[in-house]
């Protein structure tokens, strides 16, 4: 038998598959060059974009995807970063073997080989992102080469589930029968069913089907494995994604690496860079902007932590993040603050109140260097006076741990204020989706909305002298305590001559977190809460909806 000498079926195959490569490419919306470089085991080629004296940004595709499958995400990348798509070698694409049967078997020796490939390009250190099995080399990279690497962001890695190998068995089965259809139905199951996904990735999977990829089988990590991965993580996961579809598993992800943050998309599947574009972009590039600016800009914070005391220093805001285990959400709460602060360069302390967590909220926090108070009294405004109580800010501002601040909110802020018109306020908010039962949920809130006159809430804003003149919150309020501050906010306004305010242009991005957990319904199913939430002041339920929720 002749020796195989490609992973390409024939010619024919390899014109196919390049010339949707180069359909793809003939849609990148930035300007950019097609490069190659020598490594250990042959020409490895990647695509380059973006300000030359900028950032480094490595793009690893999933199996067969090519650097290609980056298009929808290129031009936000490139503002402000030096993105290199990369094509894996052994897999398809434009990078080549030297020989057939050498190519990285594991994942010490992907890690190698993308070292080479650093190396060559003169990256000391540099992001890497990676999605499904660029996922996996990504992590590798991490694990054997940490040192190359600033941060990394997952998009459906294989590796950490076992998941994938029910996907082996249905490749097996559509083996049997291989049509075009039978192909295309598979893959639109795999990656996702949207149109966008469709022309970006099934046309090309469906035509190197036959080819034979060069590349490493990606085990499953170890838990000792997983602890290795010391690097500022962003773990990608898609709720209909069939190749990472069990909790067990993210729990053990975000149990096992130590600087994890967790970001679950409900309705998304496994493509998620091209199927939810927008909001992976958004996400990773204040991911990334946290890693850059955290230590920078959040120097302010280091120099007494548990008081929160630096003389030297003038503070413009104090932002105040009650938080009861937090560790899946408070890092991305964390990043759209460093994300609004570059106006504000040594002026922001944020201060992380810690009530009774046992899990990596603490860990998180000091990472970002924020100030860090204790208090384990089983009550919000208790919690949230306590971090007024150390914060030498002129502005104080309240926002929780599992909601986001868009990158003007602060500027917004300080306008409304300098204009002496306002005596504080809160926000717009924005859900992050807004299912039937959450809507209709807010809809039979609407007594309390008339009982507190209206009033906006979500993140609460004011000059610290205000906050300490209505005393902070109500202590005796155990729900609605941040409505009830703002009716009162309000009131102590009008006797000083002032309007209560709602910043609109920015925005608060609202988690669904306990909708997630206990479904879209959850207050029909506790009416109780619904008349705890109208009188205000009821323990027990404050106990259940704020802590004991998550264990239903």
Known sequence: MAKISSIYVNPENREKILSIYDKHLSQWPVPYESLDVPTRYGSTHFIVSGPKDAPPIVLMHGRGGTATMWLPNVFALSR?????????????????????????????????????V????????AFVIGESMGGWITMNLSIYAPERVKGIALLAPVGISSAVLGMVFRILLVSF???????????????????????????????????????????????DKLKQIKVPTLLFIGGKDPTFNKQRDIDRAVKMI????????????????IENADFVNNRILDFLKGIEWARGKFQVMKSNQSAGTNLERNVKFSIIIPAYNEEKFIGRCLDSIVAASPPYPDQVEVI?????????SEEIARSYNCVIVKED???????????AKVSRGEIIATIDADSRMTDNMLTEIEEKLLTGMYIGGGVKMKFERLPLGVLLQGL????????????????????????????GFNENQRMLEDVDFGLRLKNWGR???????????????????????????ILFKHPKWLLAYLKGNVEKYADESFYDFDKR
């Open 377 to 387: 009294r089983k009550n919000m405004s208790i919690i949230r006076n306590a971090g």
């Open 177 to 223: 029968h291989p049509t075009e259809s039978n192909r295309k139905k598979f893959f639109r199951s795999y990656v996702g069913n949207s149109p966008l996904v469709s022309d970006t990735m099934v046309e090309l999977m469906t035509a190197n089907w036959d080819c034979r990829t060069k590349s490493a089988w990606p085990s499953k990590f170890s838990n």
């Open 444 to 471: 039979i809130l609407i007594p309390s909305i008339i009982k507190y006159k209206g009033v906006t809430a979500g993140i609460l804003w004011c000059y610290k002298k205000d906050f300490d003149a209505i005393n």
């Open 258 to 273: 130590p600087n994890i943050q967790l970001e679950v998309m409900t309705e998304i599947g496994h493509a998620m860079s």
């Open 495 to 521: 006797k000083c001559g002032k309007k209560y305010g709602t910043i609109t242009k920015a925005q608060m991005i609202v988690s669904l977190r306990k909708a997630d957990k206990c479904g879209n319904w």
């Open 80 to 116: 402000d970063y030096r993105v290199y798509a990369i094509d894996t070698i052994g897999d398809f694409g434009k990078s080549e073997l030297d020989d057939i049967d050498n190519y990285p078997k594991n994942g010490q020796a992907c890690s190698d080989w993308l070292v080479d």
């Open 118 to 125: 650093f190396n060559e390009l003169g990256l000391n250190q």
């Open 352 to 360: 992380v109140v810690l009530n009774r967590c046992t899990d990596r």
